[in-house]
């Protein structure tokens, strides 16, 4: 039986249309999600909408509709975005479904019934944008001397008869977990910022909210709507089926990974554990929050007029290109900045250049001149060196990088692999040897033949289609991690009655559109 593996995006507000922020999240999550199944797990992952909230009362009532009729047709962009870029998703989640109102008030009565709901008033600061109290201490200056929150978003005071969760009486739990699970909030300095706050002393949580009706209703409570993080991070459960204790609960749940930004780490490492340790439900394993994209260095803001639209980009560039220049462009953990230069000069440096151009002469050298895959030939030790390295790039080093999130490190890996590919072919000359020595030129195209193979086998978590395209041309039909411990999968192929079509290039060169 396949170990299950359960992983999660953070759900998006639809109160406007997903930008590159969104996207970088979700393939990201995609690629780990892509990695697990070609390792013979049994991956859920999820992603999804978070569509209650005041942002979003207050989005809709400024454009004169009805909150469900936007987020309604929001969600719709975000789930073509996810369609769009190959997000391999197996359930797309929105909170205002009924299954999530269900689950939503089931975490809220296991709570309750453990004592850690309490009805009080509550005053004190709110940002709608972070939708998030704050403590007067943690307020910063705005230039115009107003208060702002730490996130430099603009806060009201708010006051009015709310429920309490008891998140005080977690301080030392929370800090229980951080020590025991070290691993529970990666990257370290998000761990390290977690801890530091929760030290600080946490207050109880306000949690639900009476001035507006667009939300979970609180069971047993008129009037009262949950605050939209408790619902939110309930969806981590409706998406696995509680509150019933079915096959899906049972097998997925705790989930590996709630892979979220850094801005929302909070909520993930100090509320949500805490719910979940007062409801008496598993806690998940971790929580990674990655760095945030910036645009050219600077913050995207829709005021500042540059919020990039990941279908332009993919459409300008490549689902694969944008997903390759994002995952081997930022350290994930930290912030990375786009620009469509960067995107170009990367795209065609490696995926042009290198990786594609070395399939491509390969591939339409054999079909143009020998008419069969090539085999026999006369080996030398040039040609088991280069079979070791990439053996050893494409079981041991891409696999440990990918498996502990290091999506950058596992690309440069896969890199150093094509690199040696191509300083093989510049070294064996394999077109030189057609006239001079054909034995030898056997040797080197079927060497060659195996090391594409396993590097195309192994960045398909990455750009899954151009992988799947190259790996379809080669006649290659075993894809997974386990496929790369296969010695006579070439033999085999070549006993075939496969026979090589002229390839066409899988990485078209990238040039910068006119307007850039
Ligand atoms: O926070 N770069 O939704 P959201 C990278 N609904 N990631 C970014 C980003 C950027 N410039 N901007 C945002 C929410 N993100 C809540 C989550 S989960 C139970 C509820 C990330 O639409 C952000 O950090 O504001 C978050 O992980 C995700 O996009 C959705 O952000």
């Known amino acids: 039986m396949a170990k299950p593996f359960y992983i999660t995006t953070a759900i998006s507000y639809p109160n406007g249309r997903p930008h590159i922020g969104h996207a970088y999240e979700a393939i990201a999550t995609d690629a780990i999600a892509r990695f697990q199944r070609l390792m013979g797990r049994d991956v859920f992952f999820m992603t999804g909408t978070d569509e209650h909230g005041l942002k979003m009362v207050q989005t809709a009532r400024d454009k004169g509709i009805e909150t469900a009729a936007l987020a309604e047709e929001m969600s719709s962009y975000f789930k073509k975005m996810d369609n769009s870029l190959n997000i391999s998703y197996d359930r797309f989640i929105r909170t205002s479904e009924p ?26 600061w709110y940002s709608i944008r972070d939708e998030a109290f704050y403590d007067e201490k943690e307020l910063v200056e705005g230039e115009g001397g107003e208060k702002l929150s730490p996130q430099g978003t603009p806060v009201t005071w708010t006051a009015e008869e709310s429920w309490f969760f008891r998140l005080s009486k977690y301080q030392q739990p929370l800090l229980d977990l951080y020590n025991t699970q070290p691993d529970f909030i990666r990257p370290d300095s998000r761990r390290n910022e977690t801890m530091r706050f929760v030290e600080g002393g946490l207050s109880d949580l306000s949690v639900s909210r009476t001035s507006f009706d667009w939300g979970v209703k609180v069971p047993g409570s008129d009037g009262h709507v949950m605050y939209v993080w408790v619902d939110a991070l309930t969806n981590y459960l409706t998406g696995v089926g509680y509150p019933e204790d079915g096959e899906a609960f049972r097998k997925y749940w705790p989930a590996d990974y709630h892979i979220i930004g850094k801005d929302i780490v909070r909520f993930h490492a100090v509320y949500w554990p805490a719910f979940l340790m007062s409801a008496g439900i598993p806690l998940p394993k971790q ?3 990655h760095g945030f ?14 919020v990039a639209d990941p279908l332009e980009l993919a459409e300008a560039f490549g689902v694969d290109q944008l997903r390759y220049f994002l995952l081997s462009e930022v350290t994930f953990g930290n912030d990375g900045s786009y620009s469509a230069e960067a995107i170009v000069t990367r795209c065609n440096a490696d995926l042009a250049n290198s990786f594609g151009n070395l399939a491509q002469r390969t591939l339409s050298f054999i079909a143009k001149n020998l008419g069969a895959l090539p085999s026999g030939g006369r080996g030398e030790p040039a040609d088991t060196d280069l079979l070791a390295l990439i053996a050893q790039i494409t079981r041991k080093d891409v696999p440990a990088a990918f498996a502990d999130l290091g999506l950058s490190q596992g690309i440069e890996a896969w890199l150093r692999g094509v690199f040696a590919c191509n300083q093989y072919i510049d070294a064996q000359a394999p077109w030189a040897l057609r006239k001079t020595d054909p034995e030898r030129m056997m040797a080197v195209l079927a060497t060659l033949y195996r090391a594409i193979r396993d590097l195309a086998i192994v960045i398909a978590p990455v750009i899954p289609a151009a992988s799947a395209k190259l790996l379809d041309q080669m006649g290659a039909e075993a894809r997974d991690f386990a496929a790369l411990e296969d010695d006579g999968w070439y033999d085999a192929l070549v006993a075939s009655d496969f026979t090589l079509a002229p390839p066409s290039p899988i990485f078209p060169r990238l040039e910068l559109p006119a307007e850039a």
């Open 99 to 124: 299954a999530h109102h269900v689950a939503s008030q089931a975490i809220w009565q296991a709570m309750e019934a453990n004592g850690d709901l309490y009805l009080d008033r509550y005053e004190g």
């Open 287 to 289: 929580v990674f929050g």
């Open 293 to 306: 994209l910036l645009n050219r260095g600077e913050k995207m803001s829709k005021s500042l007029g540059n």
